[in-house]
């Protein structure tokens, strides 16, 4: 073994250490639990296969693999009777399949929130359960009910396994600007959303990034969707220091990207896990059509320089001294880690301003610079926004976005 190789393999051993005493650290601080996805089956499946082996006016229905221009199209071949009813006889697909009309979807979303949330209330009072299992069976059927409320636009849900769901703020059908938030761990249908501290959940994260869209830009087309629609690790464990899950994703960001409204400038806003899933989307993600990518709180976007994204979107980095993140080792080893730090200098993102955030969930907390320099590249006006203190060229070459 040559020298080089013995100080190789001392650096590898010493990284992969410095791993694991992290995730250890991590997971037995109170930084995040460890705990098990638990739900009951999988109904979307079954639905999709009844849908499958359906039809409408003497008509197969479509695969959803068939992408979201072919879903389009097949909708505009139906009277809006015969959408209706699809809704209504599938509504979990329907609710689901990118390329679908946003207002039938959230329609059949309806449908299936309110036919779910009756089976948890049953479940909730079932002697077949542990008493645990009725208590989250309540828990999941009020959760249902708040995703019932007037006015709200769910876009995805899935009460598979942990569940899934996203939502959007603002009319997504005539929007020019499009922005999407992708949270990280331990993200599903129970956290989704919550009342104290509402700005650490996705719900809270996008409704105060629409909210200080409307209230620079009053005139401005947009709209923002909390995008919960993927299966995130649970704490941080292997799940958590891997890409697979990521990859998964990237799948299902992919797909409701191509099904966005044409021309729409779309900014993606992904934290902490969601920044792996953004990093290895990036590449397949439509180019020109993604004008910003920003990640806060990031372990790493699987790549060692933004350039390696092989996206034209700008590449915007932020992360408070107040989030833990920062004590986590930013490298790759043999498939554990996710390479470089974002706001490292040589990994050429755009760094921008954090003070006021509220550690590794607040960034989105009322006040923040962090949020007011997320409202700012959502909406293309580069020119306010505020670097990060030694970063001051940040938003160089750039100018106001129409």
């Not at 959803?64 to 959408?83: C, E, H, K, N, R």
């Not at 501290?197 to 969707?225: C, F, H, N, W």
């Not at 960034?363 to 320099?373: D, H, K, Q, R, T």
Request: charged share 15%.
């Amino acid at each position: 073994m040559t020298p080089f190789d013995e100080r190789f393999n001392a650096t590898s051993l010493r990284a992969l250490l410095a791993l694991a005493v992290v995730f250890i650290m991590l997971a037995t601080t109170g930084w995040t639990a460890v705990r098990p996805h638990k739900g009951a089956g999988d109904p979307r499946a079954a639905a999709l296969s009844s849908w499958l082996h359906g039809s409408v006016a003497g008509h197969k229905l479509p695969s959803p693999a068939v992408g979201a221009d072919s879903i389009a199209y097949f909708f505009t071949t139906l009277t809006a009777g015969q959408t209706r009813q699809l809704a209504n006889r599938y509504p979990l697909v329907v609710g689901n399949l990118d390329g679908a009309p946003v207002s039938l979807r959230y329609l059949a979303n309806r449908v299936a929130l309110a036919q779910t949330r009756v089976s948890e209330i049953a479940r909730s009072h079932s002697s077949l359960l542990t008493p645990a299992g009725r208590m989250d069976a309540d828990k999941r059927a009020r959760r249902y009910a708040s995703l019932l409320s007037d006015g709200r636009q769910i876009l995805a849900f899935d009460p598979s396994g942990a569940g899934r769901a996203a939502e959007v703020f603002g009319d997504l059908a005539s929007a020019d600007r499009v922005a999407l938030v992708v949270p990280g761990v331990d993200t599903d249908i129970s956290t989704f959303e919550r009342t104290a501290k509402s700005y650490a959940a996705p719900v809270g994260m996008a409704r105060a990034l629409y909210t200080a869209e409307r209230t620079q830009d009053p005139s401005a087309k947009t709209a923002v969707i909390a995008w919960a629609n993927y299966t995130t690790p649970s704490g941080v464990g292997l799940d958590a220091s891997t890409g697979e899950l990521a990859e998964q994703g990237a799948v299902r960001l992919n797909s409701l990207v191509d099904a966005l409204p044409a021309g729409a400038r779309v900014s993606l806003f992904c934290h902490s896990y969601g920044s792996v899933l953004c990093g290895v989307a990036a590449p397949d993600l439509p180019q020109g059509q993604i004008s910003d990518i920003t990640v806060f709180g990031s372990p790493g976007m699987r790549v060692n320089h933004a350039e390696q994204l092989h996206t034209s979107a700008n590449v915007w980095a932020a992360r408070d001294p107040s989030d833990w993140i920062g004590s986590v080792p930013h490298l790759e080893i043999a498939g554990l880690g996710h390479g470089a730090d974002p706001v490292s200098e040589s990994f050429g993102a755009r760094v921008i301003g954090t003070e006021g955030a509220l550690g590794h969930p607040g960034y989105f907390a009322p006040g923040a610079e962090s949020l007011a320099n997320f409202t700012d590249i959502a909406l293309g006006h580069y020119g306010s926004v505020q670097c990060a203190p030694g970063r001051e060229d940040c938003a160089s070459g750039l100018h106001q976005q129409s």
